[in-house]
């Protein structure tokens, strides 16, 4: 018997029909990556009765319609407000103008002074989302620049990096330690 | 004459394109990967806030997406800004309901890990953004992220 042979197939439409396939993907899909700045909303709780903080232990920011900050009744800069927020979180000299502190029982620190920090935030209606954003950013950058820092210093980790190899319980000491405490009043109509 | 004289033409050989192919699956095969499926058509200009401090959000599926910002199509929809769920334009008092919808397809145990995702244009007043806040508090989305883009820390 004759031996028939198998006539190679053409493979030459290959590459075009890939490339159908690649620019269809590339229109039909988007590259974007969820990131984002993560906060948890307070419950809402009828006849709420807030307790008192004392003013010392108060960081207020105010954000006006002309996108201005003023921050303990100084008007400021963005780009400043970490430091300011950093140095009110810490209260590294113990000044009296800045948060008094409480001693508690930590894990691994044993017992620790805790300052009794707030920050509170409040916005206008007309403040720019962008501003808004950039005064959580700033904020957030705060605390995590704190607890890094506290990180290094007792455990030779960051935090991030503790919080990455998931190290739960330095985690929970840490953040007892610099807990974030942001409250976001309900706004009004500052400065009109 | 000579021995080694060739004959025919001395042209350039046709490169090789065998492999094209290969190169284009390789392509085609990183983009697979590498993006997601547009899950909506954004009607509204959508131009999210820098930040450094951010996280990145888990798991896709128990994420919910609102968009606000202005519309591209001002002359049918107005210059405000405007709240997009899916595909449409809603009122503020519709997002509640759109959220318990999206409740009812999970798990009991999935339910307190659903995030809401705000992509909000830099350029909004944040008076609609605390409305939604508000109206996502009251059916207690309490779990919110602010999209935003990466911006390296300096």
């Given amino acids: 018997m004759a031996k028939r042979e198998i006539p190679e197939i053409n493979a030459g439409s ?3 029909i890939a490339f159908l396939l690649l620019v269809f993907f590339l229109v039909t899909t988007t590259m974007d990556s969820d990131f984002g700045l993560m906060r948890k909303l307070p419950p809402i709780v009828e006849d709420m009765k807030t307790p008192p903080v004392r003013k010392r232990n108060l960081f207020t920011v105010l954000a006006n319609k002309d996108d201005e900050l003023l ?39 044993g017992r620790t002074m805790v300052s009794k920090q707030v920050i509170s935030l409040q916005n206008d209606n007309a403040t720019s989302y962008n501003l808004y954003i950039q005064v959580q950013n700033e904020l957030a950058a705060a605390y995590n620049e704190l607890r890094n820092e506290l990180a290094m210093q007792q455990f030779g980790k960051t935090y991030d990096q503790l919080v990455e190899i998931g190290d739960r319980d330095r985690v929970k000491a840490i953040r007892k330690i610099y807990p974030q405490r942001i409250s976001e ?8 | 004459m000579s021995k080694f004289k060739k004959n025919g033409k001395k042209g350039l050989p046709a490169v090789s394109t065998s492999s094209l192919p290969d190169i284009v699956f390789m392509l085609l095969f990183f983009f697979m990967v590498t993006t997601v499926m547009r899950e909506v058509d954004l009607k509204i200009m959508n131009d ?4 450094t401090e951010i996280q990145k959000l ?5 994420v919910s997406y609102i968009y606000i910002g202005v519309p591209i199509d001002i002359k ?22 759109h959220i318990e919808e999206t409740r009812t397809n999970l798990s009991e145990p999935e339910l307190p890990l659903l995030t809401t995702s705000l992509k909000v244009d830099q350029k909004i007043e944040m008076g609609i953004v605390t409305e ?8 207690q ?8 883009r990466e911006r390296l820390r300096k």
């Fill in chain 2, 58 to 62: 888990e798991n896709k599926a128990l």
């Fill in chain 1, 185 to 192: 009043a309900e706004p009004r109509n500052v400065g009109r």
């Fill in chain 2, 132 to 139: 939604v806040k508000q109206e996502l508090r009251k059916v």
């Fill in chain 2, 76 to 97: 049918r929809h107005g210059n405000s800004a405007r709240i997009q769920l899916n595909d449409a334009f809603v009122e503020v008092s519709e997002v509640g309901g």
């Fill in chain 1, 14 to 16: 290959m590459a075009d």
């Fill in chain 1, 71 to 109: 921050v303990k009744g100084k008007l400021m800069e963005v780009s400043e407000l970490r430091n300011a927020a950093k140095e009110f979180i810490a209260n590294p000299k113990n000044k009296i103008d800045l948060p008094e502190k409480k001693e508690i029982d930590v894990p691994f620190f």
């Fill in chain 2, 141 to 148: 989305a309490l779990k919110i992220s602010y999209a935003t």
């Fill in chain 2, 48 to 51: 999210v806030p820098e930040a």
